[in-house]
């Protein structure tokens, strides 16, 4: 079993930045490719960013590529997002995922493993 837990959302202005936290935990934790989604209330969850196992590969949604950047660090079974240039429509709660997508990263059906997510709250 793979364990997820999201920390870091909040509630900010227009414009500010915030860093999201993903632990992941368990056996071979390390070996999973980890996406962030959103999902805001009365909107099905969407994609946000993902990254490879080892961090080398990273790809982003459209409404956050510049804005947004994912990383990680394996010795501290860590996962990040961090978010600048905040926007209302970036509130929603976030989650972050592990999983092996054979198909595509953007997908939340293929990952296997989910946290519980962290809410993120942008003020106009």
């Known amino acids: 079993q793979v364990q997820l837990v999201e920390s870091g959302g909040g509630l900010v202005q227009t414009g500010d930045s915030l860093k999201l936290s993903c632990v992941v935990s368990g056996r071979t934790s390390t070996n999973y490719a980890v996406g962030w989604f959103r999902q805001a209330p009365g909107n099905e969850r969407e994609f946000v960013a993902a990254?490879?196992?080892?961090?080398?590969?990273?790809i982003y949604d459209n409404s956050v590529k510049g804005r947004f950047t994912i990383s990680r660090d394996n010795a501290k079974s860590t996962v990040y997002l961090q978010m600048n240039n905040l926007k209302p429509e970036d509130t929603a709660l976030y989650s972050c995922a592990a999983g092996s997508p054979r198909s595509s990263f953007r997908s939340p059906v293929e990952y296997g493993y989910w946290g519980q997510g962290t809410q993120v709250t942008v003020s106009s």
């Open positions: 990254t490879t196992w080892d961090g080398t590969s990273t």
